[in-house]
């Protein structure tokens, strides 16, 4: 029969070597925080039940994690070790059986699949405790795992090692799965040790064994994954790491990016083929490229869907919004949430639009701010059109039917309605609706003054 399981993820530490407030475990890496890179693989071993420690600014770990149904948090007031942390979820674990996979919150790019295999050794060697290994060129840092003619006997912590112990290459990843009844226990045994006077969950393998319970091990043949994060430098190689991996694996689909090493891409992003990635493009979130678009230089999106065939010039600011096929954007337009371009319409530089859409084949090419808009199909809206879509209390609309022609300089006051195919004329001030075919024209009359240069002249 298989096992229930049950995942806790240890997230408590202030992460001092990052030397900042923010808690260590919510640092991202291209768009998600660490500790839900954690969380998400950890799907994969089916928990019963998900418990995360929280202790350093655990309100912002638990609200950063609020939507996430189901998630138990318990609080580590005082962050006294890894083995210390763990003892906090006891109440949750008296009596229950099965097996209890421990992760650690910064260690971020653990794959499924090696957790998968953790817990089905695990189960099937009846181990009370099995330790995820990993050999690494540069163990600096890590516990290392002392063995005696092949049996783990010890981990010893990078602090606390000799110099022949330094040398071992095999490290603990901080990751682990044990059988629930003899642990709790066995926590207790554990007292203080190291410069800091830490109660270090790994110093289970020797009381385990005193024990007579069986320690194994896995060691993983992709040791990148287990990389903890401690310090902001080790964050941004991380970063640059899981950077190149989507690079990539986008490459590979067909995706043609110039320049990898300035190109940020998030992990979720899709990316279809024939696409050109200029460099230092940024796609965020959840955001989907279509097929054969370009994508110029200094281009932000952040969860959009931009379809196929779309261009985006230099210098673009696009926010939750959506661009059909065809359409293109910039250089230097500003697509605010809610902002949709259907099939082949433009917005040109110096474009902000915001909960507006423009329909097929119109075009808003120069200098407009588009805001609370629903614009029709081939309208022209002139260099300069800006809606008037706020009064200072209430956001307004502005109606734009299809085949109107704005011309330049042109204030449209919402909420008004440009009826189809009617012209506004250059320079107006749009307050009243514009009947369909009708020319709207609100300026003032020129009066030329003959001379007027002249005169002037003469009587200064
Ligand atoms: C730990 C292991 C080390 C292993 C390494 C792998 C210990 C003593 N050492 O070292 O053998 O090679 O991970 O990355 O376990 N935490 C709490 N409460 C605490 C202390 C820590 O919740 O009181 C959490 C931290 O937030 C972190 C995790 O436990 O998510 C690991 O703690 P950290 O201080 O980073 O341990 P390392 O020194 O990296
Ligand atoms: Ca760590």
Redesign the pocket.
């Known amino acids: 029969m298989r096992r229930d399981r049950h995942v806790i ?7 001092t070597r990052m030397s900042c407030r923010r808690p ?2 919510l640092h991202k890496l291209a768009g998600q925080s660490l500790i839900e890179r954690v969380l998400r693989s950890s799907i994969t071993t089916n928990p019963v039940t998900t418990t995360v ?1 929280v ?2 600014e655990s309100e912002w770990v638990q609200n950063a994690l609020a939507h996430y149904a189901g998630l138990r948090f318990i609080e ?1 007031t ?8 763990l003892q906090q979820a006891r109440p949750f674990f008296e009596g229950i059986q099965g097996s209890l996979i421990v992760l ?4 971020p790019r653990i794959r499924r699949s090696t957790l998968t295999a953790l817990v089905k050794k695990h189960e099937a060697t009846g181990a009370a405790a099995t330790i995820l290994t990993a050999t690494l060129s540069r163990p600096f ?3 290392r795992v002392v063995r005696s003619n092949g049996q783990i006997i010890n ?1 010893v ?2 602090a606390d090692a000799t110099e022949t112990q330094r040398q071992i290459n095999e ?4 990751i682990y799965a044990f059988d629930i009844p003899p642990l709790f226990k066995a926590l207790e045994q554990i007292t203080e040790a ?1 410069p800091k006077h ?1 109660r ?3 110093t289970l393998v020797p009381v385990y064994l005193r024990q007579g319970l069986r320690v194994a091990t896995v060691d993983t043949k992709t040791p990148d994954e ?1 990389r ?1 994060i ?1 310090s902001q430098t080790e964050l941004a190689e991380v970063s640059s790491i899981v950077r190149k991996s989507k690079n990539e694996e986008l490459m590979a689909a067909g995706v043609t990016i110039e320049d990898p090493l300035t190109t940020y891409i998030d992990d979720e992003v899709t990316v279809g083929p024939d696409t050109i990635i200029r460099p230092g493009v940024r796609l965020e979130g959840r955001t989907t490229v279509g097929q054969r678009c370009e994508l110029e230089s200094w281009v932000r999106v952040v969860d959009s869907t931009i379809e196929d065939d779309c261009i985006i010039r230099n210098c673009c600011v696009i926010t939750e919004s959506h661009l059909a096929s065809g359409s293109s954007a910039g250089p230097f337009a500003h697509l605010r949430p809610g902002s949709t371009l259907e099939q082949g319409a433009r917005v040109g530089n110096f474009v902000e639009t915001k909960r507006s859409r423009l329909g097929q084949n119109s075009k808003a090419n120069h200098l407009s701010y588009l805001g609370d808009a629903t614009i029709g199909d081939n309208v022209n809206v002139g260099a300069g059109t800006i809606t008037c879509n706020y009064d200072g209390v209430t956001k307004k609309q502005t109606v734009i039917a299809d085949g109107v022609f704005i011309g330049s300089g042109t204030q449209l006051v919402a909420p008004v309605k440009l009826e189809q195919d009617s012209y506004v004329a250059a320079g107006s001030c749009i307050t009243d609706d514009v009947p369909s075919g009708a020319l709207g024209i609100a300026r003032s009359h020129q009066q030329n003054k003959e001379n007027w240069v002249e005169k002037k002249r003469k009587s200064g």
């Open positions: 993820i240890l997230a408590a530490g202030q992460g260590k475990a420690v202790g350093h580590q005082a962050q006294l070790g890894t083995a210390h942390a650690s919150g910064d260690v840092g890590y516990g981990i912590e990078e490290v603990n990843s901080g190291g830490e270090y969950l790994p287990i903890g401690n």
